[in-house]
């Protein structure tokens, strides 16, 4: 089997999405944390756009973009994740392209400096869900994207969920309890350990000290960092 590092920033969702592909297939890889202020020239030398994750494969070549890379380990590594029937592999892959604009959507008020930006931000999010509640409603049974058997598309939106409920336990959103599909669906991807890369409370309030730092009209829901035990 090739040897993987996966470079990463510790809370990156889109990094999380790569890292869960590794784990669902049992694959070993270094998991390389580096400080998003503080990029390597290694790193810098590595990745076109900058960003993370990366994928480098036998130390030498090197992959970007999330998708690309779960495409890819999905092609190289047993066992395959995307639905064998291709027409339900197009289906994924729209799905799968509909992420950003989700996650936008759906974690765009932790960005939002004012309340008005945060209520405007937070009006966006029944929409979204509504969308995927539909896509749930048409593939059937659950407890997952396409059925019983874990896929590509699970992994590509179990981070910005899991971000969803970070932030509607900051300050409560109540949306998502609106669309049994879509909650269902997400409390199955929490339940799942290859979601985490982290243990989930100790990721949990890293992520809530990320807002507390970022200055934005919900960081001040967020309690300081207790201080370590003497
Ligand atoms: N479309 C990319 C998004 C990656 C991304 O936005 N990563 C963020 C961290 S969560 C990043 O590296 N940002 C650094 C920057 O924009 O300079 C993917 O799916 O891999």
């Not at 969803?164 to 609106?178: A, C, N, T, V």
Request: charged content about 25%.
């Amino acid at each position: 089997m090739a040897k993987y590092m996966l470079v990463s920033f510790k809370t990156c969702p889109w990094v999380q999405r790569s890292a869960i592909i590794l784990r669902e297939k049992n694959c070993p890889f270094e998991f390389r944390h580096i400080e998003s202020d503080n990029r390597p020239d290694w790193f810098l030398a590595i990745s076109p756009h900058k960003k993370v994750p990366v994928l480098q494969v036998d130390d030498r070549i090197t992959l970007f973009e999330s998708s690309a890379i779960n495409e890819y380990l999905d092609e190289v590594v047993p066992p395959q994740l995307h639905p064998a029937d291709p027409i339900q592999r197009a289906i994924n892959r729209a799905w799968t392209d509909y992420v950003p604009t989700f996650a936008s959507s759906v974690t765009g008020c932790a960005y939002a400096a004012t309340k008005e930006a945060y209520d405007a931000a937070v009006a966006k999010i029944p929409d979204a869900f509504d969308r995927l509640e539909k896509a749930l409603e048409k593939q059937g049974s659950g407890p997952f994207f396409n059925g019983a058997k874990y896929s590509l598309v699970d992994a590509a939106y179990a981070p910005f969920l899991q971000r969803y409920f970070f932030l509607d336990r900051i300050h409560p959103l109540g949306q998502i309890e609106k669309f049994p599909r879509l909650k269902a669906w997400a409390e199955a991807l929490m339940a799942r350990p290859s979601t985490h890369s982290f243990p989930p409370a100790e990721f949990e309030e890293m992520y809530r000290q990320n807002i507390r730092r970022r200055g934005s009209y919900l960081s001040q829901f967020v309690e300081p960092a207790k201080a370590a035990a003497e």
